[in-house]
């Protein structure tokens, strides 16, 4: 018989090879390869049960076997869609005619840059930023930020649901840390409420409290040392838990070393929960 048949059936053109159908043109415009019914303006379908449906581009460079070139198919056993760089090359993803990601062939994605030197590697002129955003009932209801700019690394979030954001945290070029404001003077500066009580956990710039669990006998310390590799603190200054009753009390303890070795510092004033000093 005819090894290839081009002919109208209907509205539509057709192709067949070894009597059966190949690819058809249907009266809209649609093409379609392994169907009769073509959903799109191309359609690729593979009707052979346990077998992959594979579209494949190649060219002089890649070669044109099975696994050279780029493919895009649909799994047969999970319905999976797949994306396939076969070469040793990177993928390169466009828009508004310029190169906007890049996933190279070591499996580093590149936003805003097409040599990205780690796993996930965000580039762009003035501010980074990556935005975490709530939207529960349509409209944002929480907003949070992390990046970098000339001042360093930020992490900013806003009050309420259509407030600014504001910086929180922020390591600047120089290895200082800010909570609470942008221009950390020293390694840490924690810039608290200005408020005029006076040991109200929701009014304080930093707490210290122990795990949850038996407390009594157990100290929340805040330790001074000299050596990053010590073991034990040159001074310490503590809170020593007496009761767990209710809300809790304690003692506080402040304590030194007499010596240069690595040992930890001996207590030597304590005020107790009563305001004694001992």
């Not at 005819?2 to 009597?19: H, K, Q, V, Y």
């Not at 319905?79 to 906007?100: G, H, P, S």
């Not at 945290?169 to 020293?186: A, H, K, M, Q, R």
Request: with cysteine; proline share 2%; aromatic share 6%.
């Amino acid at each position: 018989g005819d090894n290839i048949r081009i002919g109208g059936s209907g509205n539509n053109l057709t192709f067949d090879t070894g009597g059966s159908e190949a690819l058809r043109i249907d009266s809209s415009g649609n093409v379609g390869i392994g169907t009769s019914s073509p959903q799109r303006l191309l359609h690729v379908h593979e009707s052979t049960a346990g077998t992959n449906g594979y579209i494949q581009l190649t060219n002089a460079t890649t070669g044109s076997g099975s696994t050279n070139g780029f493919q895009i198919l649909v799994s047969q056993s999970d319905k999976d869609a797949l994306l396939i760089q076969r070469e040793n090359a990177d993928m390169e993803f466009w828009t508004n005619n310029t190169v906007q990601m890049t996933l190279d062939n070591n499996g580093r994605l590149g936003i805003g840059t097409t040599s990205p030197g780690e796993v996930l590697d965000l580039v762009s002129s003035g501010t980074t930023r990556i935005y975490f955003e709530s939207n529960d009932g349509g409209s944002p209801e929480y907003r949070a930020t992390v990046g970098v700019d000339s001042a360093g690394f930020k992490v900013q979030t806003r009050d309420g649901a259509f407030g600014s954001l504001t910086d929180r945290l922020t390591v600047d070029t120089s290895g200082n840390v800010g909570i609470g404001t942008s221009s950390p003077v020293g390694k840490t500066y924690i810039s608290g409420p200005n408020a005029s009580t006076f040991g109200v956990a929701a009014d304080a710039a930093l707490n210290l409290a122990a795990a949850n669990g038996a407390v009594v006998g157990r100290t929340v310390n805040l330790n001074f040392a000299c050596v990053d590799s010590a073991t034990n603190a040159v001074a310490a200054v503590g809170m020593k838990y007496t009761s767990q009753s209710g809300f809790g009390k304690g003692d506080l303890i402040f304590g030194t070393r007499s010596v240069t070795t690595d040992t930890a510092p001996t207590e030597r004033m304590r005020i107790d929960s009563s305001g004694r000093l001992l």
